[in-house]
T-cell receptor
Framework: DSGVTQTPKHLITATGQRVTLRCSPR?????VYWYQQSLDQGLQFLIQ???????AKGNILERFSAQQFPDLHSELNLSSLELGDSALYFC???????????FGPGTRLTVT | GQQLNQSPQSMFIQEGEDVSMNCTSS?????WLWYKQDPGEGPVLLIA???AGELTSNGRLTAQFGITRKDSFLNISASIPSDVGIYFC????????????WGAGTKLIIKP
């Protein structure tokens, strides 16, 4: 158990809908990262927050947004969902920036 | 942008064999991290390397930070069935904004 929690574990929704994925980092970690992993693909970095502030953006679509709250948990919002958004979404956390990242168990999103 | 070349893309192994995989880049790295991902699970940190030339072991796993700071390798000795999975390298580029760059993964498959 990495200490990073993600909810929900599974999510099935229809095209055009909006969903919110939630992540709680390890105790003491200030950075949260979001990744997308499509079937049999590598990890695509989406976005990073450090102590509530956005610090880096990767290949994140405009339909996707995220935030980190004062208690350091983070939410990833996915809107106007398309079939191609079906993937595993992972959250990771680290103490600072550039440190070892510890991953949560992921949320499997299925868009039908 | 910066890229990590991870090879091989996949490997078929027999139980008891030694395994070797590596990551290379044209950029200089401060940190190398090796992760393992089981199907449907989040990546788990195996080994972290912080100095050029550093050689670190974790059980049957050994990883090295290349002396040029542009590469790293991971060896698994006497492989067992539970070694099956996808192995990812990740590195923090020197003089960057602390972002990790990820390899595409090496998939380890047991020969029947």
């Amino acid at each position: 158990d990495s200490g990073v929690t993600q909810t929900p574990k599974h999510l099935i929704t229809a095209t055009g809908q909006r969903v919110t994925l939630r992540c709680s980092p390890r105790s003491g970690d200030l950075s949260v990262y979001w990744y997308q992993q499509s079937l049999d693909q590598g990890l695509q970095f989406l976005i990073q927050y450090y102590n509530g502030e956005e610090r880096a953006k990767g290949n994140i679509l405009e339909r996707f947004s995220a935030q980190q709250f004062p208690d350091l948990h983070s939410e990833l919002n996915l809107s106007s969902l398309e079939l191609g958004d079906s993937a595993l979404y992972f959250c990771a956390s680290s103490v600072g920036q550039g440190d070892e990242q510890y991953f949560g168990p992921g949320t499997r999103l299925t868009v039908t | 942008g910066q890229q990590l070349n991870q090879s091989p893309q996949s490997m078929f192994i027999q139980e008891g064999e030694d395994v070797s995989m590596n990551c290379t880049s044209s950029s200089i790295f401060n940190t190398w991290l090796w992760y393992k991902q089981d199907p449907g699970e989040g990546p788990v940190l195996l080994i972290a390397l912080y100095k050029a030339g550093e050689l670190t072991s974790n059980g049957r796993l050994t990883a090295q930070f290349g002396i040029t700071r542009k590469d790293s390798f991971l060896n698994i000795s006497a492989s067992i069935p539970s070694d099956v999975g996808i192995y990812f390298c990740a590195g923090q580029v020197a003089y960057s904004n602390y972002q990790l760059i990820w390899g595409a993964g090496t998939k380890l498959i047991i020969k029947p």
